[in-house]
């Protein structure tokens, strides 16, 4: 009963910040990792292909303004309008296209076999319903990606680390999912089997990548559409 409860006002907690509070949401993204936030969404770009982006949950827009000045057509979805007008402020700052949706992942506004990658950083649960993967799948041109932060990790040992990692675990965002080796400071996964079966059950084929950085590890979801040969 209290598991329930708590879950409860974990969600309750998390959609304000994306909803009535998104203000906070760069400040409190910050503090939360010692800064190490965009660092983590910025791990992914080097998995990024083609022209074509759409990231789902763009959340204020810093990747899609990354991505459009490294030269990629990019599209954002989000259901947050809070959000939507921030990445909008955004993207107008810096001059460039606001190619922006409000909609669900289990329902995009998109022709099929039209996008080189999908993008989603630090997504809650919607990532792996099934609707979602099979609308994603859709959109997808052969062999194209979805790409997916889960998580990032910091590998400092000090009371500050401990604490962070704490409140990650106790709102519900890493349930354990790493053993840290303490030779090499690097975690490994021990619990994502099940997402992976879910990527796979969708007709995608997935590794996982662990990107080192300074203070920090972000985990990287890289799930290939399977091209029809690849499926017998």
Not at 112 to 124: A, E, I, M, Q, R
Not at 174 to 196: I, K, S, Y
Request: net charge positive; glycine share 6%; aromatic share 12%.
């Amino acid at each position: 009963m209290m598991r329930k409860v708590w879950i409860k006002l974990v969600r309750f907690g998390f959609r304000l910040l994306y909803y009535e509070l998104a203000w906070t949401y760069d400040l409190v993204s910050w503090l939360v990792s010692l800064g190490e936030w965009q660092r983590w969404q910025a791990a992914a770009l080097p998995f990024v292909q083609g022209p074509s982006i759409l990231e789902i949950g763009h959340g204020p827009g810093h990747l899609l303004v990354t991505l459009q000045e490294n030269g990629h057509a990019v599209f954002g979805v989000d259901l947050s309008p809070q959000m939507g007008r921030q990445a909008q402020r955004r993207l107008r700052k810096h001059q460039l296209p606001a190619n922006l949706v409000r909609a669900k992942a289990q329902r995009l506004p998109f022709k099929p076999d039209y996008f080189h990658t999908v993008l989603s950083t630090f997504p809650t649960d919607y990532i792996v319903d099934s609707e979602t993967l099979t609308a994603v799948h859709e959109l997808l041109v052969e062999n194209g990606r979805l790409i997916v932060v889960p998580e990032g990790h910091l590998t400092g040992r000090g009371l500050l680390h401990r604490l962070i990692d704490w409140l990650f675990r106790i709102t519900g965002q890493r349930d354990g999912a790493f053993e840290v080796d303490e030779a090499q400071n690097w975690p490994h996964p021990t619990l994502w089997e099940p997402f992976r079966q879910r990527f796979e059950a969708a007709g995608f084929q997935v590794h996982i990548e662990h990107v080192q950085l300074k203070r920090s590890v972000a985990t990287i979801f890289v799930a290939t559409k399977a091209s029809p040969n690849s499926q017998t």
